[in-house]
T-cell receptor, first 115, second 114 residues
Framework: DTEVTQTPKHLVMGMTNKKSLKCEQH?????MYWYKQKAKKPPELMFV???????INESVPSRFSPECPNSSLLNLHLHALQPEDSALYLC??????????????FGSGTRLTVV | AQSVTQLDSHVSVSEGTPVLLRCNYS??????LFWYVQHPNKGLQLLLK??????LVKGINGFEAEFKKSETSFHLTKPSAHMSDAAEYFC????????????FGTGTSLTVIP
């Protein structure tokens, strides 16, 4: 298995809702990432998990809450989002957090719309 | 400091003609460089990577790129464009000592005219 799987592919939620995005990989990668991508822009890093521990939080608002239950799974819990949070949310993984030679494997993303 | 500059925000080519997408980087250390492609409403797919081995790197779908340290460039080329190449392309640099963080360029949108 050489893929990063993200679910759901599309999500519409109200500003008072609570929802979660899920990301899964079975490549044995020990680093996992959440990115946010607005239309016509490059992805922006949100969080990095290294060996299942949060290592980087790029000053993301607390309405986004990441969780890494095990080495294969990464969640992003959403609560009280704003319309400007509508974007494509991408999950990625890499073999090791400090190894720069292999690149990241990206999932297909979750298209989130906040209404 | 690390940064990546994609010199063209939009490139338009005719089907069957060569493609050139330009990327320059700035890095204090030896970088790893990547090109990713993103089709509409899709995730990012790795096209090719340079990690201090051969300077001419071949990737998928007929793409290749050449690392030129003297010019701090890593331009992406393809001899003959196909309609399916129409997409957004991102040049990315990763540098030792930055936690393997990726630094993305702003992207180049490639249009292929039939």
């Amino acid at each position: 298995d050489t893929e990063v799987t993200q679910t759901p592919k599309h999500l519409v939620m109200g500003m008072t809702n609570k929802k979660s995005l899920k990301c899964e990989q079975h490549m044995g990668h020990r680093a996992m990432y959440w990115y946010k991508q607005k239309a016509k822009k490059p992805p922006e890093l949100m969080f990095v998990y290294s060996y299942e521990k949060l290592s980087i939080n790029e000053s993301v608002p607390s309405r986004f809450s990441p969780e890494c239950p095990n080495s294969s799974l990464l969640n992003l819990h959403l609560h009280a989002l704003q319309p400007e949070d509508s974007a494509l949310y991408l999950c990625a993984s890499s073999q090791e957090p400090q190894t720069r030679n292999y690149g990241y494997t990206f999932g297909s993303g979750t298209r989130l719309t906040v209404v | 400091a690390q940064s990546v500059t994609q010199l063209d925000s939009h490139v338009s080519v005719s089907e069957g003609t060569p493609v050139l997408l330009r990327c320059n980087y700035s890095s204090s250390y030896s970088p790893s460089l990547f090109w990713y492609v993103q089709h509409p409403n899709k995730g990012l797919q790795l096209l090719l990577k340079y990690t201090s081995a051969a300077t001419l790197v071949k990737g998928i779908n007929g793409f290749e790129a050449e690392f030129k340290k003297s010019e701090t460039s890593f331009h992406l080329t393809k001899p003959s464009a196909h309609m399916s190449d129409a997409a957004e392309y991102f040049c990315v640099v990763s540098v030792r000592g930055t936690g393997n963080q990726f630094y993305f360029g702003t992207g180049t949108s490639l249009t292929v005219i039939p």
